[in-house]
């Protein structure tokens, strides 16, 4: 029996789009047609007018680093074989904030407001699932 893997999402039928766009590189946000807000983590809704007029709109993958924590130490797989990583909070360019990690970039050169670019990790599982995670520029 394999371990329980804590760092693969749950894909439904609503998330589908925003995952297969991740397999293609591409990274997705939500846009409301009510009030034109863009909102990342996808919901069904706009959290700001509650409008249900929203829909997909391919980021540029341009954000800039707004904070970060150094993980040293996370018991939960497969963290555990990834410490230290850089659990972030990134600020798009189409305006929403995304939760996120910070790769290919030692901790002494992190600074709020350094340009970051999306890229995409592929986590092994069943079926394979692509995640995306912020480089410097």
Not at 11 to 21: C, E, I, Q, S
Not at 62 to 73: D, I, K, M, P
């Amino acid at each position: 029996m394999s371990a329980a893997r804590f760092d693969l999402p749950e894909t439904d039928a609503f998330t589908r789009p925003y995952w297969d766009a991740a397999a293609e590189g591409r990274l997705l946000i939500r846009r409301c047609a009510a009030c034109s807000a863009a909102h990342h983590y996808p919901r069904e809704f706009c959290p700001r007018c509650w409008s249900e007029d929203v829909h997909w709109e391919e980021a540029s993958g341009r954000a800039v680093l707004y904070t970060w924590s150094v993980v040293h130490l996370n018991d939960l797989p497969p963290f555990g074989e990834r410490v230290p990583y850089t659990a972030a909070v990134v600020d798009l360019a189409e305006g929403p904030r995304m939760m996120t990690e910070v790769v290919d970039c030692p901790e002494g050169e992190l600074r709020v407001g350094m340009e970051l670019r999306a890229r995409f990790r592929t986590e092994s599982g069943e079926p394979p699932v692509a995640v995306p995670v912020f480089r410097p520029c």
